[in-house]
């Protein structure tokens, strides 16, 4: 099946810096990639997603790539703000059904 | 168009005791996704249903735990006999089709087993 692997952790930046989180997936099937944020004792919602066809996608500040070659894809958060402070999950899905994979989470913090 | 809704949102039992939690999805969407997280953990697939259909239960344990989405009502996760390891929190999705659609979470149920 489907493995997400996530880098980092945690990461904690500067605000007005930009952040950056890593996946990277091993099903060559999966073709759709959502990234959730997820607030303390809060739902998962979707801030940004990506599928197979394309290589970028950008909204605002957030943006994603994906390397397929790879197999792995990228979030980035550009002048970060301290509300940005969540956890981020990277999924892979599409491969197998509509059943999501998710990577095991990276905490945020921005700092004033 | 409300969204997903989830009951209840905290739910505690005692160990050996049912839980039974409840997902309704949103408006239109037919497909329903259970997913489990531990504290400080990600999100791990549990099982996939449609109408009356079980699709994909690869996620679920082999015992105690079942699903299921009847025509009329909401799905119903049950965990039988539940025990401290089963304390997590419960997160339902929902989407309008199959392939690459963006799946809705509802605010969870939160187990805790004493």
């Known amino acids: 099946g489907e493995n997400v692997e996530q880098h980092p952790s945690t990461l904690s930046v500067q605000e007005g810096d930009s952040a950056v989180i890593k996946c990277t997936y091993s099903?060559?099937?999966?073709?759709?990639f959502p990234w959730y944020k997820q607030e303390l004792g809060k739902r998962p919602q979707l801030i940004i997603d990506?599928?197979?066809?394309?290589g970028e996608k950008k909204d605002q500040r957030i943006a994603v790539t994906l390397n397929k070659t790879a197999k792995h894809f990228s979030l980035h958060i550009t002048e970060t703000q301290p509300e940005d402070s969540a956890v981020y999950f990277c999924?892979?899905?599409?491969?197998?059904?509509?059943?999501?994979?998710f990577g095991t989470g990276t905490q945020l913090k921005v700092e004033l | 168009n409300a969204g997903v809704m989830q009951n209840p949102r905290h739910l505690v039992r005692r160990r050996g005791q049912e839980a039974r939690l409840r997902c309704s999805p949103m408006k239109g969407h037919s497909h329903v996704y259970w997913y489990r997280q531990l504290p400080e953990e990600g999100l791990k697939f549990m099982v996939y249903l449609q109408k009356e259909n079980i699709i994909d239960e690869s996620g679920m344990p082999k015992e105690r735990f079942s699903a299921e989405f009847p025509k009329e009502g909401p799905s119903i996760l049950r965990i039988q006999q539940v025990v401290r390891g089963d304390s997590a929190a419960y997160f339902c999705a929902s989407s309008p089709r199959q392939e690459n659609t963006e799946a809705f979470f509802g605010q969870g149920t939160r187990l805790t087993v004493v």
């Open positions: 990506i599928r197979s066809n394309v």
């Open positions: 999924a892979a899905g599409g491969g197998g059904g509509n059943k999501l994979t």
């Open positions: 099903d060559s099937a999966s073709n759709y």
